[in-house]
């Protein structure tokens, strides 16, 4: 009686460079300003507005535009029921910037997710009419899940006699999917929703450079265009982005906004970061897809199954569908001179394949898969 023998092998090896197609990753923005509604003193004998720009009111609290030292600055406007009178002024304060509970390297307060409690800074206001420059106290508290908080700031009008404003501000954040295709160059679109209140919108185009010397680790976000809801222009500046070592999935940059028609000018709420968690991982080499070489993806291990018939014999192939698989088969293993029987694409998984008995005493087969 004929002896066939068989082995099963799996061998797999890597196609050529090619596109692994669109991916999508999850883009959260939050802007390193905050928003501020006006605030009132207890008695209600003051009134206080926040703005970035002098003779209008936005409500802006910004990073720091008088060079001041403080990490923020802002206009004042303060109404003075007492004197009957609107004074303007300004404010340098410092933002808490530390906890960050989660540690994706964000502070707590710019961030929806987390809250805050009980946070103090303090700061300086100067050049206030009537009252001129003196202290500036603030808590902060924010439940997490909420854009909203409540800052209080003290302020000594006059020696030995602060006067508390209670503000209610917002963080300014919004989420949803970026879709990309990662080659040479990372192109792709984000369309964002802004966290409780997703009426508004940002959507647009992206395009990453990979740094030549680094490019896993570090991209430039090449300048571009988005729009809001409501269709205005917003153009945004090229920035550096860098994968973050103690969050591997996730890259961090500055997305800037600015008035092409005036570069250099201030633009309010201009300065943003931009977080880009991506967890597609083809290759599983632990470099995310986004600056990971485009390679394809891996097929996983074929295996096969052998069964004889009077006539013939019936392989059974497991494997990725649509993957092409090549039945090899000798007689002697240490030749190692395997030939091919039959490729096949598989279509189903598993998949029967025909092939003629074999004429010789034993014979050894195995796929391989590409």
Request: charged content about 15%; some cysteine; glycine content about 8%.
């Amino acid at each position: 009686m004929r002896l066939i023998c068989y082995l099963l092998a799996g061998v797999v090896f890597l196609s050529p460079l090619t596109n692994r197609g669109t991916e999508k990753a999850q883009a959260t923005i939050f802007c390193y300003s905050l928003q501020f509604q006006q605030g009132i003193d207890p008695d209600a004998n003051y009134y206080l507005d926040l703005t970035s720009i002098s003779g209008s009111l936005n409500g802006e609290l910004a990073p720091d535009f008088f060079a001041s030292g403080y990490t923020h600055s802002t206009h004042l406007r303060l109404v003075d029921e007492l004197l009957g009178t609107t004074l303007a002024g300004k404010m340098a304060l410092d933002v808490p910037t530390g906890g960050d509970a989660n540690g994706d390297g964000f502070p707590d307060l710019f961030q929806v997710t987390q809250g805050v409690t009980n946070l103090a800074s303090s700061g300086v206001y100067f050049d206030l009419e009537i009252y001129g420059n003196s202290r500036v106290t603030a808590l902060w508290n924010r439940p997490a899940g909420s854009s909203y908080g409540t800052c209080v700031l003290s302020m000594e009008l006059m020696p030995f006699q602060p006067v508390s404003f209670s503000h209610t501000f917002e963080v300014l954040e919004y989420r949803g999917p970026l879709t990309y295709t990662s080659t040479t160059n990372v192109t792709g679109s984000v369309n964002l929703l802004q966290t409780g209140n997703p009426a508004s919108s940002r959507s647009g185009l992206v395009q990453f450079a990979k740094s030549s010397t680094d490019r896993f680790n570090e991209l430039t976000l090449q300048a571009g265009v988005w729009t809001n809801e409501s269709r205005q222009v917003l153009s945004y500046v090229d920035n550096i982005f860098t994968r973050d070592t103690d969050w591997p999935t996730n890259y961090y940059g500055y997305l800037e906004f600015t008035d092409n028609a005036n570069p250099g000018a201030f633009y309010p709420y201009a300065l943003w970061i931009l977080s880009i968690d991506d967890s597609n991982d083809s290759n599983h080499n632990s470099i995310p897809d986004f600056s990971d070489d485009p390679t394809a993806p891996l097929p996983r291990p074929p295996r096969l199954e052998l069964a004889q018939t009077t006539t013939n014999l019936m392989i059974t192939l497991h494997g990725d569908v649509g993957h092409v698989h090549e039945i090899q088969q000798l007689s002697d293993l240490l030749s190692n001179s395997w030939q091919n029987a039959v490729s096949v694409t598989l279509t189903n998984d598993p998949q029967k394949v025909s092939i003629p008995l074999p004429s010789g005493d034993a014979t050894f087969w195995r796929v391989r898969t590409r």
